[in-house]
Structure formats: structure tokens, C-alpha cells
């Protein structure tokens, strides 16, 4: 009878973080939305606000001097970036690998705006904490994803098949 117990236990445990891998796709999803290109002026307001209000100085630099002058460019990657974020989330695709992605671009995000008044940045922590919850677990894709379907099919011994097996899905 326990063991039955602690076999359900898992199974809500995988439901619940792929909850959060699906809520995680769909906020990037949204967030991705006012990133317009090609001026990416909303995202070049949230810069010069991290850069007018640094949570540490350092960063401020780092955004003055490097993120500022090169908006175009750093628009596309963050947008890029955040698309794929939310389609391989979604769909739970080499998730725990996009989990760690999630992760540094929330902090990434965290470290611009957290500083900046009325800003709430404990959700840039929240979304750190919750990716990471999700990259801890193996079971984030393999339920209701496609790493749950993908994985017993790779039985390639390449680097990239053991890397996708042992530290991606």
C-alpha cells in the first residue's frame, strides 16, 4: 500500500511541474509580445530604465555601455531567445536544458529591472526559482511533452544523443 502511495505522489509531482513548464511557455509567450521589432523601443525604455535605476551599479554599466548601443541587435536575441523559450516549453522539448535558459534570461531581466521604482522584482526572483524547479526535475517534459515521447526513441550513442538523454530532457 505505500509503495502505491508514493507512486502517486510522483505522479502528481511530474502533473504539477509540467503546470509550471506550461505557465512558464506561456509568460514567455505574452512577454514576448511587446518586443517589437525593428526599433524595439519598449525594450530600449526597460535598458534605460536599468540604467537609470541599477539594482547593482556594475550591471548599470554593462547596459550603458554595452546593451544600449547595440539595441538592435541584443532586440533580436532577446526575442528570438524568448520565442524559443516558449514554443520548447510548451511543448516540453529538451526541457530541463530551456529551463536553465529561462532561468539566466530571468535573471538577466531580474538584474535590469529590479531596481527600478514600482517595479516588482521579486517576480524576476519567482521566475528564476520556478525554472529551476522545473530543470531539477526530469519528469517537467516527460509529462505531457514531447521529451516523454522523444527519449524512448533516442538511442543514439553520439555526444549530442547522451547529452539530450543525460542532462536536456
Same mark, same amino acid.
Given at each position: ?36 521589432p ?5 525594450l ?39 520565442? @524559443?523559450? +516558449?514554443?520548447?516549453?510548451?511543448? /516540453?522539448?529538451?526541457?530541463? *536544458?530551456?529551463? =536553465? %535558459?529561462?532561468? #539566466? !534570461? ?26 529551476? @524547479?522545473? +530543470?531539477?526535475?526530469?519528469?517537467? /517534459?516527460?509529462?505531457a511533452? *514531447?521529451?516523454? =515521447? %522523444?527519449?524512448? #526513441? !533516442? ?15
Open positions: 500500500m505505500a509503495a502505491s502511495a508514493h507512486a502517486g505522489d510522483h505522479r502528481w509531482e511530474g502533473r504539477a511541474l509540467a503546470g509550471v513548464r506550461i505557465l512558464l511557455g506561456l509568460l514567455w509567450l505574452q512577454n514576448s509580445g511587446w518586443k517589437v525593428p526599433a524595439f523601443r519598449a530600449g525604455r526597460s535598458v534605460d530604465r536599468g540604467i537609470d535605476d541599477p539594482i547593482l551599479p556594475s550591471f548599470g554599466w554593462l547596459l550603458d555601455a554595452v546593451v544600449e548601443p547595440n539595441l538592435r541587435l541584443v532586440g533580436w536575441v532577446v526575442l528570438v531567445t524568448e520565442l @524559443a523559450l +516558449a514554443v520548447f516549453l510548451l511543448v /516540453g522539448l529538451a526541457t530541463r *536544458l530551456w529551463a =536553465l %535558459v529561462g532561468a #539566466a !534570461v530571468s535573471l538577466g531581466v531580474g538584474l535590469t529591472v529590479a531596481g527600478v521604482p514600482n517595479e516588482w522584482g521579486w517576480s524576476y526572483w519567482l521566475m528564476v526559482a520556478a525554472h529551476v @524547479a522545473v +530543470a531539477a526535475s526530469p519528469a517537467a /517534459g516527460r509529462v511533452g *514531447l521529451d516523454g =515521447l %522523444v527519449r524512448p #526513441a !533516442v538511442r543514439d550513442t553520439s555526444a549530442l544523443g547522451r547529452f539530450y538523454l543525460e542532462k536536456a530532457s
